[in-house]
């Protein structure tokens, strides 16, 4: 699929949906054209497959459960995306993701989490980040508890999306900016059980840094940037 218009390809209140050897291609600047958008659904896997776009190449929705993705390559894009989640106040949470073997260049983020800054009943739990490789990416890894575009209906408010047992595990290669890693989470309900194991992430050849807030978990094997859970 090449130069579609908004999500490419959508998989919504679905059971069991294998995705393979998806080629999809957008402009870098293209808005809105998430590659691969999956929400209200369980059992979706999504293999090989290589996703170049103007926002996320892969985006989770709430109601999203039993997930699998693997050896898929972003850029460029936003990266893969589990939210936004957060935007309703009842809503359902996002369960048992993987993602293993992935590649990001040049992306604007790598494995991003992100909610919206305002009250929910919603969680993301359960989620396995493995085996992924960073090249030149703006956010390797990060979780965003206060996302508000345009600062439209969430100042000064706080995420209630509970975010919590999610591992990093063997991700490496180089960030665009300093801050590879950066946990923002919700001031009411603090990230919990976040595990990170053997990351190494580097900016201008030399160790990047992390950020933590409200986030709890640990750090394993060699990591770095040193963690700050």
């Given at each position: 699929m090449i130069s579609g218009q908004l999500f490419l390809i959508v998989i919504n209140g679905c059971q069991n949906v294998k995705v393979?050897?998806?080629?999809?291609?957008?402009?870098?600047?293209s808005p809105n054209t998430d590659g691969i958008h999956v929400q209200s659904s369980t059992g979706v896997t999504i293999l090989n497959s290589r996703i170049g776009t103007g926002d996320d190449c892969v985006s989770i929705g709430p109601g999203t459960s039993s997930m699998w993705i693997e050896n898929v390559a972003c850029g460029p894009g936003h990266g893969?995306?589990?939210?936004?989640?957060?935007?309703e106040s009842q809503e359902a949470g996002v369960q048992n993701v993987t993602v293993k073997t992935t590649t990001f260049?040049?992306?604007?983020?790598?494995?991003?989490?992100?909610?919206?800054?305002?009250?929910?009943n919603g969680f993301a739990r359960d989620f396995l980040f493995q085996h992924a490789v960073i090249s030149n990416v703006q956010?390797?890894?990060?979780?965003?508890?206060?996302?508000?575009?345009?600062?439209k209906n969430c100042p000064g408010q706080v995420s209630g999306v509970k975010i919590s047992d999610v591992t990093?595990?063997?991700?490496?290669?180089?960030?665009?900016?300093?801050v590879a890693?950066?946990?923002d989470c919700s001031?009411?309900?603090?990230c919990t059980g976040i595990k990170l194991a053997h990351v190494k992430l580097t900016y201008k050849n030399q160790p990047a840094e992390a950020s933590c807030s409200?986030?709890?978990?640990v750090a394993s094997g060699l990591v770095q940037p040193t963690s700050c859970l």
């Open positions: 393979q050897g998806v080629k999809v291609s957008a402009a870098g600047n893969i995306s589990i939210g936004s989640l957060g935007k260049t040049g992306t604007e983020n790598g494995l991003r989490i992100k909610s919206w800054g305002r009250p929910s956010n390797p890894i990060v979780i965003d508890q206060n996302y508000c575009p345009g600062e990093y595990q063997d991700i490496h290669g180089s960030s665009a900016t300093e890693v950066k946990f001031k009411k309900y603090p409200n986030a709890g978990g």
